[in-house]
C-alpha cells in the first residue's frame, strides 16, 4: 500500500532532513527549494491562489492558444502534447510562451520521455519542436534508468529554468508501476535534484518538501475512461493524497463552458489546499 | 534470471502450443504466423538473408534517406526516431516508403509511447508526423497497462498492416524492467496478437514463435556508452540469446565506411541466426 494515502498528522509533516517546516505550505516550500523552477511554481501557486494545472489537450494550435490565454489567470501551469496539434509551427510555441509570461504561468510539455540518454538528448533539444527551448517543466519515464536524465540535463545544457519530472505513479488500470518501481523513482529523483523537481503520481510519494507532486487524471467526480484513464476528485488528491498540484484536462476541456469548469476545479482544489495546512 | 538466456535445445524449443515447429526458423514461423506484418518481415528475413535493423538515428532528413537507399538491401528494416529530424516535412516520409517499397524493408518508427490510451491515440494517427499513416512497426511501452494498446490500434483504424512491439526490457543500465515486469508485458502481448507481434529486448522472453524479438544495443564489441546504454554483439543476441532481430545504431552510423560495417553486422547476424537453426 501506499504509506502516505492517508492523511498526515501535523508533527510527522513538519518534519524532513532535520529541518522542520510546514511541508504542506507552498510558500514556505518555495523558499526552501533549491531548483528556480520549483521556487518560480510554488511562488505562482501561493500569488495566484491555485494548484490547478490544465492539461490542454487539443490538437489545433488556435484552440491551445485560446485555452491558455482564457484559463492562464486560473492556472500555474499549462501542460501541452505539441505532438498532437495538426497545424504546428514554431511560431505557435512563440506565442504560447508570450501568454505563459503576460498570465504568469508555467508551461509543461508532456512527452513522458521514455528511451535511453543517447536517444532523449535529441529528442528534447531537437527535432520540428525543440521542447527545450519553450518547455519550463518536461517529463520522464524513470523506467529506463537514469541514463535518461543525464541524456535530458545535456541537452539542457545547463540551463537553469528547465526542469523535469519523473513518473513515480500512473493513474491507469493495471498499469506496472508498483511500489519498487516508485521507490526507486525516488531515489533517482534524489540524485538529481539540480533536474529534477519532483514526480507524475497519484498520491505524495516524497517527504522532501522541495519535491512537487503533480497528480493526472481528476475530475470533479471519480470515474473512469474507456482506455483505462481513472479520476480522482480534488479534494482526494490534495487533501488525502497530499498532492500539490492537479492536472485536469477532459473535465476541463469537453466542457461548454470551460471557464466556469476551470474555476470550479481551482476552488476545489485551492479549498482542499487550504484546509490541508490549516488542519 | 532468464529462463531462456541459455540456448535452446532442439527438444524444447519445437513444440509452441501442441503445435511442432522449428522456432528458430523465420520462414516456418512466417508460414506460421497471423498477422501479416509478422509473415511479412519473416519473409523479408529470409528472402534477403538479414535479420539486421539499422536504427537510422540522424538529425538531416538527407542522411536519413541516403542512409536508406544505401543500407536498405541489406537490411530487414530501418527504425527511425521522426522526432529528431531537425528538417522534418511530410516529404521525407512520402520518400522514405518510396525507398522501403524499392529495396523490400519495413519501417519501424521507434516512438516508444508511454502514455495513457487517449493520449497515444492522438500521438500515433495525428500531429505533424502522422506515425500510423507511413510507419509499418512502432512500439509502446507496456507501463500504463494495456491501455495504451487499445488506444494505439483505435487510432490504427483496424489497418492490418499496422503492429506494434512491447518493451519488455531495456538495454540500459539499471533499468526498472524487472522479471514481474517482462511477464506482465508478455501477457499483455498474448492477449492483443492482433495488433502486438512481439518485443524488444535483451533476451528471448516468448516461447510463442509468433512473436518477433528485436534486440537494441548491438555491436560487434560488447560496450557500453556515457549515458547507460550497454552493448551485446550479434552472436550472442542471436545464438545465445533467442532474438530474431539485431538493432544496430551507432555501430554503423557513427563509421567511416557505414555499408562495410552494415555488411558485417548482417552476415554476423545472419550467420548467428544459422548456426542457431542448424544445431
Redesign the interface.
Known amino acids: 500500500g501506499f504509506p502516505f494515502k492517508q492523511k498526515e498528522t501535523a508533527a510527522s509533516s513538519r518534519i524532513y532532513g532535520g529541518v522542520r517546516c510546514d511541508r504542506g505550505g507552498y510558500r514556505k516550500r518555495a523558499v526552501l527549494s533549491k531548483h528556480l523552477v520549483t521556487r518560480k511554481l510554488f511562488e505562482i501557486m501561493e500569488s495566484k491562489q491555485t494548484n490547478l494545472c490544465l492539461s490542454a ?1 487539443v ?1 489545433s494550435s488556435a484552440d491551445l492558444l485560446d485555452l491558455a490565454d482564457t484559463l492562464g489567470p486560473l492556472v500555474c501551469a499549462v501542460k501541452t ?6 497545424d ?1 509551427s514554431p511560431k505557435v510555441v512563440d506565442q504560447l510562451v508570450e501568454i505563459a509570461n503576460k498570465h504568469n504561468f508555467l508551461i509543461f510539455e ?1 512527452r ?1 520521455f ?6 532523449v ?3 528534447y533539444a ?4 525543440k521542447i527545450s527551448d519553450w518547455s519550463d517543466i518536461t517529463n520522464a ?8 536524465i ?2 535530458l540535463k ?1 541537452a539542457s545544457g545547463g540551463r537553469k529554468d528547465r526542469a523535469c519530472l519523473l513518473i513515480a505513479e ?9 511500489d ?2 516508485k521507490e ?2 525516488v531515489k533517482m529523483a534524489e540524485e538529481h535534484g539540480d533536474f529534477v523537481i519532483g514526480f507524475i503520481c497519484t498520491s505524495k510519494v516524497s517527504k522532501n518538501p522541495q519535491h512537487v507532486h503533480f497528480t493526472p487524471g481528476v475530475k470533479l467526480k471519480p470515474g473512469k ?5 481513472q479520476y480522482l476528485t480534488p479534494d482526494e488528491v490534495i487533501k488525502n493524497r497530499g498532492c500539490d498540484v492537479i492536472i485536469v484536462g ?1 473535465g476541463i476541456t469537453d466542457s461548454a463552458n470551460r471557464l466556469q469548469e476551470a474555476t470550479a476545479f481551482r476552488n476545489a482544489g485551492w479549498a482542499a489546499y487550504v484546509q490541508r495546512v490549516s488542519s
Chains 1, 2 share one sequence.
Open positions: 489537450d490538437v502534447h505539441i505532438d498532437i496539434l495538426d504546428f508532456d513522458k521514455a528511451d535511453i540518454g543517447n536517444t538528448k535529441s529528442q531537437g527535432g520540428a519542436y519515464h524513470s523506467l529506463p534508468g537514469s541514463g535518461i543525464e541524456g545535456a500512473m493513474s491507469t488500470k493495471n498499469n506496472l508501476a508498483n519498487v518501481y526507486a523513482t475512461d474507456a482506455m483505462g484513464q477532459r
